[in-house]
């Protein structure tokens, strides 16, 4: 069976606007990195908006939730803004009982050539195959329980809370 | 404890040799990819060779496999070329028994621009800390049995056997 | 003889700050823009502030014009924000006279891959070797009089006052 | 009027095959690097061949010597592999008197992330527009007369025959 992609925004898909300077969404890249990686398992894409993720509301929120509920796929990967990530994914822990989530996006926006997007989306995709039922999040090689974790804002990264 | 990364060249880690036109070895990317995915996960990372796996020979398989067996690491990743990938990976999986070992590589140089090799990495760093004890192949968000894979010559993908 | 360049920041040298997401300047990137092109001209590269042109004030274009009446170099690079460039030229233009001096500056900044910086940087070199003594503004294969630019604040696209 | 672009193949027009791993020909990326340098200068576009230039033969050096003679535009860049682009740009200043020919190439393919094409194209750009009627050479930032250079084999620099 598919994996669901739900495409929330966040770095992951920003780009540079030539006008003003300013970094904007457009189009997700989400479609293109997995072609760049040649992925071989089947996915079902779908963006449910694209905001960056500190000004991502509760109503948005239950709303990816609801669609983690409905999705009839029991793998489903997230992409996501850093800042709130872990908010997220504490949520649709203790709504989402029955599948595998995987909550990932990048520090730095996917259309930079330095960015960790497609390791870690490579990653996501390894690890909702692979891990049990629960709500994760994946950065940078690492996968953390929903439940405990936090991203560090001085480091930028992402670690357990104890 | 640290995920062992054993380097033998492959694909992954050609450069483009500017005053003949062809591709070479010189140092391996793997330190470069690992930045950039910003990984977390404790590494020690080893050169075992830098050969085109059309080259390797018996005696560099078993090379591989006795670096695998007497690495303190129980979680390693083999960076190889994709051609001969699937018989490495048989081999190590008779004669190496307790630990989980996942095979990667990249249909397209890292230093070009259109490279899967930074997805298969992430993926491959995500399927050696989640699989049970056994050797793998990990290409393009797919992972098979050492013992039930072979790479499709006409069309470049990995396949089961049945 | 080398050809002089002064850096004065601009869209060009811009960094994205995985912290806080917004775009800053480190160091340059022209020293790496020059080894990518394999530049063979011997240049001197001096920065001489690292601004958004937006915020650039006329102190600041006296500096420029007081640095490059002293330089020793006849042949003079200016990187530039594409903003104000034509402003600064402009000003260049009244007060130096003997030299030919090349502003030239980036649409997108040269870390995002889908930057015009290199192909405006390998440009700049070729028309400051080439043009008469003047000042010019060079951006995406033109070149302007500095007395007969603008910057088109609707298309982003640089183009005659008449 | 506009600039005419003929296309020869070369290193800056080599892929990699995902398949056998060798360096081919498909397209031409000219139009694609005009578009990233967001160009505004008109071109006119006309791929003649599309082989390495050490396979080039003498009748298509004729060939391209009478697109430039029949070319309405009188500023004309063909982009050729670098091991010969002296010769063919020698034969083209015998015979072709009355235009600006400017030859150019790259030292890494342009799908690699270090070639230095889009800077030499830049330049290229430039040089047509502004040197005298004649033939030229126009490799990393430099432009040399066409009877008046050499590739160095040893170090894939051009330079001066005396």
Redesign the interface.
Known sequence: MSIRIFITGG?FD?E?N??N?E?FFKDSHLPE??E??????PVEIRTLMMV?SLEMTQMDRELIVEHCIKSPEDKIIITHGTDTMAKTAALIAKEVKNKTIVVTGA???Y??????G??????????V???PVGVYV??????FNANNVRKN??T???EELK
Chains 1, 2, 3, 4 share one sequence.
Do not use: H
């Open positions: 770095t920003k540079y030539e006008l300077g970094l990195m997995l760049l990686g040649r992925n071989l398992i960056d520090m730095v926006p259309k930079f050539g330095s960015s960790d497609l390791f870690n989306l490579g990653s996501a995709m390894a690890f195959q692979t891990l994946a950065m940078n090689g690492r996968y804002k001085e930028g990264e992402f």
